[in-house]
């Protein structure tokens, strides 16, 4: 084994962890040389701004690395008006904004024949939009054709269209329109530990749309024990309060009780949420047992609703936890060692087979690791009803930066599960989206201050885990699948948007670009680079787990709620028009095939005759499953067993009726019955 | 789906179990027109009444003829083979020339014993066959050990001789999977250590290994005696013992210290299945293995999830399904397939050699095999039955027949599982076969007539075991003779630290010999067997290959259908820990790892409410250098390795809560490494 050849070289020394035989696994690492050195010289210049600490004064520092490619007036979204409130579209004017566009031949807006200070006005209050020359893609299909909205929905579709005066256009020039991204999966205003995370909804919803992403579909987490309807409301309130871009909600279930079942009632039939989270990690805490995961699966593939699962196997990780602590690793790279990847499919094995048992569709979130990926795409080869979520981070990067020497740097890539140290993870994951094993790509945006994160500075079990992703979800799959020939720009409609829309059962509505469906929609630049870097991302998080890494595709203009919130990299969103989507029960895309399946499952006894023949004597004090029905014999059972009533097979079932209780002699226990007592049993010698 | 068409075939209405989309599942029963074909292969197996009574199993007429028993159905032992002639001891030689070339024993000139108590043999003209090379040679056997392999030995005079004929000569047969005391619900199996070990020497089976299976609460030291007292007294081939944890504290630490240091001990089974009574939660296997692995022992896991069992056997009773039936879908091989797969992982975390007893499903088979791949050290171990039957009959019209086939895990009710299970054997992915021998009579089975929960799980196969394995993956090709070795013997001696003391013809090996006639063919049947039980879950189905003469300490037992076995002649053989062959990479790999040396963090840290559950313990948690009350020590660590020295303002306190924008000390030394 390797591993244990090149120990002593000088500081670069690498913690050999756990030897395995398969390469695969963290060993590779080293194939790198150096020892990380490749990976700590691509990131030379992410030392963290501690300026940048303060949100609020960002502003101030001057930027140290140069940004290729963005759009120039990207530093004008960042100004610090835009940045706090978040809301400044009158700050620009539409000339200024005009004629930046001409200057490269992007996407440009022109008013429709009527002046320009009608159009001023109309700008905020009209939804009336049009998008010329642009080629759709669909997740089926991508076409030429323009598109008229409306009161933020999209009412025409087609050549020559017929529209008012007075309609702002924009000149797609050819560029792809796609419908906007739904992250499925974020954490905005995530309460921890008396603290929040640091985008809230108003932010981390700011960063979406400056993504491309016109939706987000945010985790309710409410503490165990407590209400789940309260936390609801709670964070419906955040988000109305905030939000720039329309969401719905996923509830975690954190813990099992009647009561829980009552409010899972409520929240699908009143309260528009259809997916439910539990979590088989975080031991005494959020964790379920596997008999309560049965039962949760049970409830909602009766309700109709989708069951997701944080799939880690807590109570090895717990012990795991315990025994990295003791050996004394106490930095980051102890989260990653404590959470080995088999742990995840282990957990996401499991969920599957219980999921299948209980016919219910699954949705495993934040799938971070090759075989996770592996175990769900060899389920959905053999039928099962089961959804893959991998999440930007799991496809951007990869887990061996626990190791660097840079504690703030190494805590910001904590997450659950953690990203897998295997540098081939993010490609093979890639591939498996590109497939369609994998469904959908969440970010699970969840980003805590360095500050935060030091919390666990001395302890990583207590580092609160997140990353960030939220913003840089498209643009990171575009560069990653659709760029590298994995995907092509249907399937990358698919995986950004539209399946996480079938699968909410908010499809044709959000999801797809077609008559009446909502006016969110993205034109997509496919020749932008830009480079990722704190700096410049619109998270208030100090650190971006994706710093330093160039992509290709950006979106160029972004229309949520019929309304043009992003363009020439001018970002202009309002805090507080998001609305929320309620997802009703039974979403097609996942619950056509269980319906099928519930039809079919039907079982029934083999209808036998009674058994009368000798019973040996049993004491039932030790080692019996317990059973209702352990000690009523039928000679006791004033009813016959139902299924056997019509049916007799022998014929002449002479001796069927069950001897009289007195006829049963006491037998001495432990002694063979050589003749019954009512002569020969019917049912032992049917055949 | 081909599910949905309920298919009504005559009387032979098979219940439509739950509708999976995977063909290879249980549809595949379709396809034999509704199990008729098992049906049909299975007509003449009425139980007989008469066989209830042990001991009078020569009094009863039998009903249904198989071709050769009627020959020597007057033979004081049922046991038949086609071949069965007149072979007696101490038939003279030459008697038997005429016929078809046997194994045939006569005595050197000068020797008078005949009872076959000879301490010296010579197998004469045999062709040895080991796991790794055949070759033929001479066998000689004095005091129960083999004194010489080879050809043109000189032994001394008066050596009893057994022409072989150019037979195989193979060591004898290792069980790994008995239960020949499991008691159920204060219930023996009718097979007990004497009954049982006869069988697997009529069998070919000369050493057992015997699960111990104390109750929870009792003293695994209490029970260990309690089998070797009557294994002592009874049997009559050599034993070793697992010891099975029913439920792990602290006591049961030091009985399982003990059991491996002095008492000869180094497999124990732990349970995945059985809720509330033997089922150990994941933490506790953790520990359970990591301390197994300390001690050196084989940890062997019966892999089903007991929580979702007792939820589906919920389901399935309150459906009203309350026959035997109820107990394959109660546990559906995808529940095995995921404890196979959780105790792996367990195995992989702990570094821990894995051990899975009675592989019944494909797809816990294949879980097993790409673990291997991967390079997990773990061993599976189908059984007889598995390998030779399926859980079709569960569906039978019979009740009793239906309920001799309960064991757990469940036989898989897809036909062509067992000759997957065959294939992996032969490719060397499943290692073992045991026959997880525990049998129940009718009436201890019809303690569940009402409810399939109750039914005392277990099946025959002790005696049947070399048989199958050669029908079925010899015969047909898969397998050879060497791999036949291995998979039946050598890889258990390898395993449980016995090689090559068993599993193994060579110098100083025990002699436990078995001369194989791949030739012969039996129909096995209730009527003929060793086995108590009055029903033998193998009824009718011919197998090829058998034993000829059995060989145990050096004695013949067994010989053309004559069983000479000897009650109480068995010995412990106690195994010691560590066996190389699962421990050996384990070692490699027991490496440990280091954290990264870093500075520390001496950047803002958020002030945090404590949070009483979520917290793993840690004791360092609550320090955080921004806390209200300077600390009167500083972190040891940091002590004489700080960039930023001592600052001016070290004394003023910090509010809790507030993010600090520029740290007092200026940047911190440690996050501007990078």
Same mark, same amino acid.
């Given at each position: 084994?390797?591993?244990?050849?090149?120990?002593?070289?000088?500081?670069?020394?690498?913690?050999?962890?756990?030897?395995?035989?398969?390469?695969?696994?963290?060993?590779?690492?080293?194939?790198?040389?150096?020892?990380?050195?490749?990976?700590?010289?691509?990131?030379?210049?992410?030392?963290?701004?501690?300026?940048?600490?303060?949100?609020?004064?960002?502003?101030?520092?001057?930027?140290?690395?140069?940004?290729?490619?963005?759009?120039?007036?990207?530093?004008?979204?960042?100004?610090?008006?835009?940045? +706090?409130?978040?809301?400044?579209?009158?700050?620009?004017?539409?000339?200024?904004?005009?004629?930046?566009?001409?200057?490269?031949?992007?996407?440009?807006?022109?008013?429709?024949?009527?002046?320009?200070?009608?159009?001023?006005?109309?700008?905020?209050?009209?939804?009336?939009?049009?998008?010329?020359?642009?080629?759709?893609?669909?997740?089926?299909?991508?076409?030429?054709?323009?598109?008229?909205?409306?009161?933020?929905?999209? /009412?025409?579709?087609?050549?020559?269209?017929?529209?008012?005066?007075?309609?702002?256009?924009?000149?797609?020039?050819?560029?792809?329109?796609?419908?906007?991204?739904?992250? %499925?999966?974020?954490?905005?205003?995530?309460?921890?530990?008396?603290?929040?995370?640091?985008?809230?909804?108003?932010?981390?919803?700011?960063?979406?749309?400056?993504?491309?992403?016109?939706?987000?579909?945010?985790?309710?987490?409410?503490?165990?024990?407590?209400?789940?309807?309260?936390?609801?409301?709670?964070?419906?309130?955040?988000?109305?309060?905030?939000?720039?871009?329309?969401?719905?909600?996923?509830?975690?279930?954190?813990?099992?009780?009647?009561?829980?079942?009552?409010?899972?009632?409520?929240?699908?039939?009143?309260?528009?949420?259809?997916?439910?989270?539990?979590?088989?990690?975080?031991?005494?805490?959020?964790?379920?047992?596997?008999?309560?995961?049965?039962?949760?699966?049970?409830?909602?593939?009766?309700?109709?609703?989708?069951?997701?699962?944080?799939?880690?196997?807590?109570?090895?990780?717990?012990?795991?936890?315990?025994?990295?602590?003791?050996?004394?690793?106490?930095?980051?790279?102890?989260?990653?060692?404590?959470?080995?990847?088999?742990?995840?499919?282990?957990?996401?094995?499991?969920?599957?087979?219980?999921?299948?048992?209980?016919?219910?569709?699954?949705?495993?979130?934040?799938?971070? +690791?090759?075989? $996770?990926?592996?175990?769900?795409?060899?389920?959905? /080869?053999?039928?099962?009803?089961?959804?893959?979520?991998?999440?930007?981070?799991?496809?951007?990067?990869?887990?061996?930066?626990?190791?660097?020497?840079?504690?703030? /740097?190494?805590?910001?890539?904590?997450? +659950?599960?953690?990203?897998?140290?295997?540098?081939?993870?993010?490609?093979?994951?890639?591939?498996?989206?590109?497939?369609?094993?994998?469904?959908?790509?969440?970010? $699970?945006?969840?980003?805590?201050?360095?500050?935060?994160?030091?919390?666990?500075?001395?302890?990583?079990?207590?580092?609160?885990?997140?990353?960030?992703?939220?913003?840089?979800?498209?643009?990171?799959?575009?560069?990653?699948?659709?760029?590298?020939?994995?995907?092509?720009?249907?399937?990358?409609?698919?995986?950004?948007?539209?399946?996480?829309?079938? %699968?909410?059962?908010?499809?044709?509505?959000?999801?797809?670009?077609?008559?009446?469906?909502?006016?969110?929609?993205?034109?997509?630049?496919?020749?932008?680079?830009?480079? %990722?870097?704190?700096?410049?991302?619109?998270?208030?998080?100090?650190?971006?787990?994706?710093?330093?890494?160039?992509?290709?595709?950006?979106?160029?203009?972004?229309?949520?709620?019929?309304?043009?919130?992003?363009?020439?990299?001018?970002?202009?969103?309002?805090?507080?028009?998001?609305?929320?989507?309620?997802?009703?029960?039974?979403?097609?895309?996942?619950?056509?095939?269980?319906?099928?399946?519930?039809?079919?499952?039907?079982?029934?006894?083999?209808?036998?005759?009674?058994?009368?023949?000798?019973?040996?004597?049993?004491?039932?004090?030790?080692?019996?499953?317990?059973?209702?029905?352990?000690?009523?014999?039928?000679?006791?059972?004033?009813?016959?067993?139902?299924?056997?009533?019509?049916?007799?097979?022998?014929?002449?079932?002479?001796?069927?009726?069950?001897?009289?209780?007195?006829?049963?002699?006491?037998?001495?226990?432990?002694?063979?019955?050589?003749?019954?007592?009512?002569?020969?049993?019917?049912?032992?010698?049917?055949? | 789906?081909?599910? #949905?068409? *309920?298919?009504?075939? *005559? =009387?032979?209405?098979?219940?439509?179990?739950?509708?999976?989309?995977?063909?290879?599942?249980?549809?595949?029963?379709?396809?034999?027109?509704?199990?008729?074909?098992?049906?049909?292969?299975?007509?003449?197996?009425?139980?007989?009444?008469?066989?209830?009574?042990?001991?009078?199993?020569?009094?009863?007429?039998?009903?249904?003829?198989?071709?050769?028993?009627?020959?020597?159905?007057?033979?004081?032992?049922?046991?038949?083979?086609?071949?069965?002639?007149?072979?007696?001891?101490? !038939?003279?030689?030459?008697?038997?020339?005429?016929?078809?070339?046997?194994?045939?024993?006569?005595?050197?000139?000068?020797?008078?014993?005949?009872?076959?108590?000879? =301490?010296?043999?010579?197998?004469?003209?045999?062709?040895?066959?080991?796991?790794?090379?055949?070759?033929?040679?001479?066998?000689?056997?004095?005091?129960?050990?083999?004194?010489?392999?080879?050809?043109?030995?000189?032994?001394?005079?008066?050596?009893?001789?057994?022409?072989?004929?150019?037979?195989?000569?193979?060591?004898?047969?290792?069980?790994?999977?008995?239960?020949?005391?499991?008691?159920?619900?204060?219930?023996?199996?009718?097979?007990?250590?004497?009954?049982?070990?006869?069988?697997?020497?009529?069998?070919?089976?000369?050493? @057992?290994?015997?699960?111990?299976?104390?109750?929870?609460? !009792?003293?695994?030291?209490?029970?260990?005696?309690?089998?070797? =007292?009557?294994?002592?007294?009874?049997?009559?081939?050599?034993?070793?013992?697992?010891?099975?944890?029913?439920?792990?504290?602290?006591?049961?630490?030091?009985?399982?210290?003990?059991?491996?240091?002095?008492?000869?001990?180094?497999?124990?089974?732990?349970?995945?299945?059985?809720?509330?009574?033997?089922?150990?939660?994941?933490?506790?296997?953790?520990?359970?293995?990591?301390?197994?692995?300390?001690?050196?022992?084989?940890?062997?896991?019966?892999?089903?999830?007991?929580?979702?069992?007792?939820?589906?056997?919920?389901?399935?009773?309150?459906?009203?399904?309350?026959?035997? =039936?109820?107990?394959?879908?109660?546990?559906?091989?995808?529940?095995?397939?995921?404890?196979?797969?959780?105790?792996?992982?367990?195995?992989?975390?702990?570094?821990?050699?894995?051990?899975?007893?009675?592989?019944?499903?494909?797809?816990?088979?294949?879980?097993?095999?790409?673990? *291997?791949?991967?390079?997990?050290?773990?061993?599976?171990?189908?059984?007889?039955?598995?390998?030779?039957?399926?859980?079709?009959?569960?569906?039978?019209?019979?009740?009793?027949?239906?309920?001799?086939?309960?064991?757990?895990?469940?036989?898989?009710?897809?036909?062509?599982?067992?000759?997957?299970?065959?294939?992996?054997?032969?490719?060397?992915?499943?290692?073992?076969?045991?026959?997880?021998?525990?049998?129940? &009579?009718?009436?201890?089975?019809?303690?569940?007539?009402?409810?399939?929960?109750?039914?005392?799980?277990?099946?025959?196969?002790?005696?049947?075991?070399?048989?199958?394995?050669?029908?079925?993956?010899?015969?047909?090709?898969?397998?050879?003779?060497?791999?036949?070795?291995?998979?039946?013997?050598?890889?258990?001696?390898? @395993?449980?630290?016995?090689?090559?003391?068993?599993?193994?013809?060579?110098?100083?090996?025990?002699?436990?010999?078995?001369?194989?006639?791949?030739?012969?063919?039996?129909?096995?049947?209730?009527?003929?067997?060793?086995?108590?039980?009055?029903?033998?879950?193998?009824?009718?189905?011919?197998?090829?290959?058998?034993?000829?003469?059995?060989?145990?300490?050096?004695?013949?037992?067994?010989?053309?259908?004559?069983?000479?076995?000897?009650?109480?002649?068995?010995?412990?053989?106690? #195994?010691?820990?560590?066996?190389?062959?699962?421990?050996?990479?384990?070692?490699?790999?027991?490496?440990?790892?280091?954290?990264?040396?870093?500075?520390?963090?001496?950047?803002?840290?958020?002030?945090?409410?404590?949070?009483?559950?979520?917290?793993?313990?840690?004791? &360092?948690?609550?320090?955080?250098?921004?806390?209200?009350?300077?600390?009167?020590?500083?972190?040891?660590?940091?002590?004489?390795?700080?960039?930023?020295?001592?600052?001016?303002?070290?004394?003023?306190?910090?509010?809790?809560?507030?993010?600090?924008?520029?740290?007092?000390?200026?940047?911190?030394?440690?996050? &501007?490494?990078?």
């Amino acid at each position: 084994m390797a591993e244990r050849v090149n120990r002593d070289r000088a500081q670069d020394d690498l913690p050999v962890y756990l030897a395995r035989p398969g390469t695969a696994d963290q060993v590779p690492r080293q194939k790198y040389g150096g020892l990380f050195c490749s990976v700590e010289g691509a990131f030379e210049s992410k030392t963290i701004d501690f300026d940048a600490l303060s949100v609020g004064q960002r502003g101030s520092r001057t930027p140290r690395t140069a940004r290729r490619g963005t759009g120039a007036g990207q530093e004008q979204a960042r100004s610090p008006a835009s940045d +706090s409130q978040a809301s400044s579209p009158g700050a620009e004017s539409p000339v200024a904004r005009g004629r930046r566009g001409t200057d490269s031949p992007q996407a440009e807006m022109r008013p429709g024949g009527g002046d320009e200070v009608l159009q001023t006005l109309e700008d905020e209050k009209s939804d009336r939009l049009l998008i010329k020359g642009g080629r759709i893609v669909n997740d089926d299909q991508s076409f030429h054709a323009d598109i008229y909205m409306e009161d933020g929905v999209i /009412k025409q579709i087609g050549d020559n269209l017929i529209v008012p005066g007075g309609v702002k256009t924009i000149e797609a020039q050819g560029k792809m329109v796609i419908p906007g991204g739904i992250d %499925i999966h974020t954490h905005f205003q995530m309460p921890y530990r008396g603290t929040t995370t640091v985008d809230d909804f108003a932010q981390g919803s700011k960063a979406a749309l400056a993504g491309g992403t016109t939706m987000i579909v945010d985790h309710v987490i409410p503490e165990p024990g407590s209400s789940l309807m309260e936390a609801y409301d709670q964070w419906r309130q955040w988000a109305d309060e905030k939000a720039c871009c329309d969401y719905s909600f996923h509830v975690d279930i954190t813990h099992w009780n009647d009561s829980v079942k009552q409010e899972l009632d409520h929240l699908i039939k009143e309260k528009g949420v259809n997916s439910f989270q539990v979590y088989m990690a975080y031991k005494d805490y959020y964790q379920m047992s596997n008999s309560e995961l049965y039962e949760i699966f049970t409830f909602l593939a009766e309700r109709g609703g989708i069951a997701q699962v944080h799939a880690e196997n807590g109570e090895i990780i717990a012990e795991e936890q315990a025994r990295m602590l003791q050996m004394g690793i106490t930095g980051p790279e102890g989260h990653v060692l404590s959470r080995p990847e088999e742990l995840e499919a282990e957990a996401v094995f499991r969920a599957i087979t219980i999921a299948s048992q209980t016919n219910c569709p699954l949705y495993v979130t934040r799938v971070m +690791s090759k075989s $996770a990926a592996d175990i769900i795409s060899q389920a959905r /080869k053999k039928g099962n009803v089961v959804f893959g979520e991998p999440i930007t981070a799991s496809l951007g990067t990869d887990g061996t930066h626990y190791w660097s020497k840079n504690w703030a /740097k190494a805590a910001s890539f904590v997450t +659950s599960p953690p990203l897998s140290p295997d540098p081939t993870t993010p490609d093979y994951l890639n591939t498996m989206l590109s497939s369609g094993d994998l469904s959908v790509t969440g970010s $699970a945006h969840c980003t805590f201050s360095v500050a935060q994160k030091a919390i666990g500075k001395d302890d990583f079990t207590q580092i609160p885990e997140g990353v960030n992703g939220v913003e840089e979800r498209m643009a990171l799959i575009w560069d990653k699948a659709v760029t590298t020939g994995k995907m092509d720009e249907n399937m990358f409609v698919a995986v950004t948007s539209t399946n996480a829309a079938k %699968i909410l059962n908010l499809y044709p509505r959000k999801g797809r670009i077609a008559v009446s469906s909502d006016a969110d929609l993205v034109i997509w630049d496919t020749d932008a680079i830009c480079t %990722i870097t704190a700096k410049t991302h619109n998270s208030a998080a100090e650190y971006n787990v994706f710093e330093g890494m160039e992509l290709r595709g950006a979106p160029q203009v972004v229309i949520c709620q019929g309304k043009i919130v992003l363009e020439d990299g001018n970002l202009h969103v309002t805090s507080g028009v998001g609305r929320f989507i309620p997802c009703s029960p039974f979403p097609d895309f996942a619950y056509k095939r269980v319906k099928a399946r519930k039809q079919l499952a039907v079982l029934r006894a083999v209808p036998r005759g009674m058994y009368d023949g000798p019973v040996s004597e049993f004491s039932m004090s030790r080692g019996g499953t317990p059973s209702a029905s352990a000690r009523t014999s039928p000679t006791k059972q004033p009813v016959r067993n139902l299924h056997q009533s019509g049916f007799s097979l022998t014929g002449n079932p002479a001796p069927c009726g069950p001897p009289t209780p007195d006829d049963v002699p006491i037998r001495p226990a432990g002694r063979r019955i050589v003749v019954p007592p009512g002569g020969r049993s019917n049912i032992t010698s049917l055949s | 789906m081909s599910d #949905c068409r *309920r298919q009504w075939n *005559r =009387e032979d209405e098979l219940p439509v179990y739950l509708a999976g989309p995977i063909a290879t599942g249980p549809n595949q029963r379709k396809s034999f027109g509704m199990f008729s074909s098992v049906e049909g292969a299975f007509e003449s197996k009425t139980i007989d009444f008469d066989n209830y009574a042990v001991g009078r199993k020569g009094s009863r007429t039998p009903r249904s003829g198989s071709r050769e028993r009627l020959l020597d159905a007057g033979g004081a032992v049922g046991k038949t083979s086609s071949q069965a002639r007149q072979g007696s001891l101490s !038939d003279p030689p030459g008697e038997q020339d005429d016929a078809r070339a046997g194994v045939e024993v006569r005595l050197s000139p000068g020797v008078d014993s005949a009872d076959g108590q000879s =301490e010296k043999l010579l197998i004469r003209g045999g062709r040895v066959v080991n796991d790794d090379q055949s070759l033929y040679a001479d066998v000689y056997i004095e005091d129960g050990l083999i004194k010489q392999v080879g050809e043109n030995l000189v032994v001394p005079g008066g050596v009893k001789v057994i022409e072989a004929n150019g037979r195989m000569v193979i060591p004898g047969g290792i069980d790994v999977n008995t239960c020949l005391m499991k008691s159920y619900l204060g219930n023996r199996p009718v097979d007990d250590f004497f009954q049982g070990t006869k069988a697997a020497l009529a069998g070919g089976t000369t050493m @057992i290994i015997d699960h111990v299976t104390p109750q929870p609460g !009792d003293s695994l030291l209490m029970a260990f005696e309690h089998w070797q =007292e009557a294994a002592d007294k009874k049997a009559c081939c050599d034993y070793s013992l697992h010891v099975d944890i029913p439920q792990w504290d602290e006591t049961v630490k030091y009985e399982l210290e003990l059991l491996v240091q002095e008492k000869g001990i180094n497999s124990f089974q732990v349970y995945m299945a059985y809720k509330d009574v033997y089922q150990m939660s994941d933490s506790q296997l953790y520990e359970a293995f990591t301390f197994l692995k300390q001690l050196g022992a084989v940890v062997l896991v019966h892999a089903e999830n007991g929580d979702l069992i007792a939820q589906e056997q919920r389901k399935i009773l309150g459906m009203g399904i309350t026959g035997p =039936e109820g107990h394959p879908l109660s546990r559906p091989e995808e529940l095995e397939a995921e404890a196979v797969f959780r105790a792996i992982t367990l195995g992989n975390r702990v570094n821990c050699p894995v051990y899975i007893t009675k592989v019944m499903s494909k797809s816990a088979a294949d879980t097993i095999t790409q673990a *291997r791949r991967k390079g997990s050290v773990v061993f599976g171990e189908p059984i007889t039955a598995s390998l030779a039957t399926d859980g079709s009959h569960y569906w039978s019209k019979n009740w009793a027949k239906a309920a001799a086939y309960v064991t757990s895990p469940p036989l898989s009710p897809d036909p062509t599982t067992p000759d997957h299970l065959n294939t992996l054997l032969a490719c060397g992915d499943l290692q073992v076969v045991g026959s997880a021998h525990c049998a129940y &009579s009718l009436s201890q089975k019809a303690i569940g007539k009402d409810d399939f929960t109750l039914i005392p799980e277990g099946t025959n196969g002790v005696e049947e075991r070399m048989g199958f394995v050669w029908d079925k993956a010899v015969a047909m090709g898969k397998m050879d003779e060497n791999q036949f070795v291995a998979v039946t013997s050598t890889n258990a001696a390898k @395993i449980f630290n016995l090689y090559p003391r068993k599993g193994r013809i060579a110098v100083g090996s025990d002699a436990d010999v078995v001369i194989w006639d791949p030739d012969s063919t039996k129909t096995i049947s209730a009527k003929n067997q060793q086995s108590a039980s009055e029903y033998n879950i193998f009824e009718g189905l011919e197998c090829r290959g058998g034993s000829a003469l059995v060989l145990s300490q050096g004695r013949v037992v067994y010989e053309e259908g004559k069983l000479q076995a000897q009650q109480g002649a068995g010995r412990f053989i106690p #195994c010691k820990p560590f066996p190389d062959y699962a421990y050996q990479r384990v070692k490699f790999r027991n490496q440990v790892k280091q954290g990264v040396t870093r500075g520390m963090y001496d950047g803002p840290v958020h002030d945090v409410a404590p949070m009483a559950k979520y917290i793993t313990p840690s004791p &360092s948690a609550r320090t955080s250098p921004t806390f209200n009350q300077p600390p009167p020590i500083r972190n040891l660590h940091q002590s004489n390795f700080s960039l930023s020295g001592a600052q001016i303002d070290d004394y003023i306190p910090r509010r809790s809560g507030h993010r600090i924008v520029a740290p007092p000390g200026g940047r911190s030394n440690i996050t &501007s490494l990078g």
